[in-house]
């Protein structure tokens, strides 16, 4: 089955800085690779996503990065604000099944 | 209508009790998913539902009881729990494999707690 490592479990940061979590896979056929962002008391809700038909992928202060040869992606949040303080889990899925497998998160916490 | 309510929000029960907790989307999903979620872990798959039919069951204790009444609906019946099942219940929907984008859709959950 599916692994998924993710680093790191904590990051700190200022206002204003950038922020980037790595994430790791095992299977080959995974071709589907979100990023959910949960605050304290809520669900996960999807932040970005990227497939693997594509290397890079942005939204506004948020971007994700895929390197299939490696078997690796990464969320890079630039300019980072207090709201983004939250535990973010990075996830992998193959076409057959929508089940993805989690990362097991990173905290992330924005210093004003 | 992009959401998933589950209810209720939060739930305290004694270990004899039996309480139900409810998950509602009206997106045409027809994949369904319960999760249990600890602190400061990843959410842990328990059941899958495809087509208002058990798909998957991740080996859960049989007293944890799914049920998936019509497509928009499902229910997760609880029955003689431990304290350890303490934990965030998060209900999560997609479409199915073949059917679009295979993103899926999370409820806010119900924080249980067992005493």
């Known amino acids: 089955g599916e692994n998924v490592e993710q680093h790191p479990s904590t990051l700190s940061v200022q206002e204003g800085d950038s922020a980037v979590i790595k994430c790791t896979y095992s299977d080959s056929a995974s071709n589907y690779f979100p990023w959910y962002k949960q605050e304290l008391g809520k669900g996960p809700q999807l932040i970005i996503d990227i497939r693997s038909n594509v290397g890079e992928k942005k939204d506004q202060r948020i971007a994700v990065t895929l390197n299939k040869t490696a078997k690796h992606f990464s969320l890079h949040i630039t300019e980072t604000q207090p709201e983004d303080s939250a535990v973010y889990f990075c996830?992998?899925?193959?076409?057959?099944?929508?089940?993805?497998?989690f990362g097991r998160g990173t905290s992330l916490i924005v210093h004003p | 209508d992009t959401e998933v309510t589950q209810t209720p929000k939060h739930l305290v029960m004694g270990m004899t009790n039996k309480k139900s907790l409810k998950c509602e989307q009206h997106m045409g999903h027809r994949a369904m998913y319960w999760y249990k979620q600890k602190a400061k872990k990843p959410p842990e798959l328990m059941f899958v539902?495809?087509?208002?039919?058990?798909?998957i069951n991740e080996s859960v204790p049989s007293r944890f009881s799914p049920e998936c009444p019509n497509s928009s609906l499902l229910n997760l019946h609880l029955h003689a729990l431990q304290p350890e099942d303490s934990a965030l219940y998060l209900c999560?929907?997609?479409?199915?494999?073949?059917?679009?984008?295979?993103?899926?859709?999370f409820g806010p959950g119900t924080r249980l707690t067992v005493l």
């Open positions: 999560a929907s997609s479409l199915l494999p073949g059917q679009g984008n295979n993103e899926q859709f």
């Open positions: 996830a992998a899925s193959e076409g057959g099944s929508y089940i993805p497998t």
């Open positions: 539902y495809s087509y208002e039919k058990l798909s």
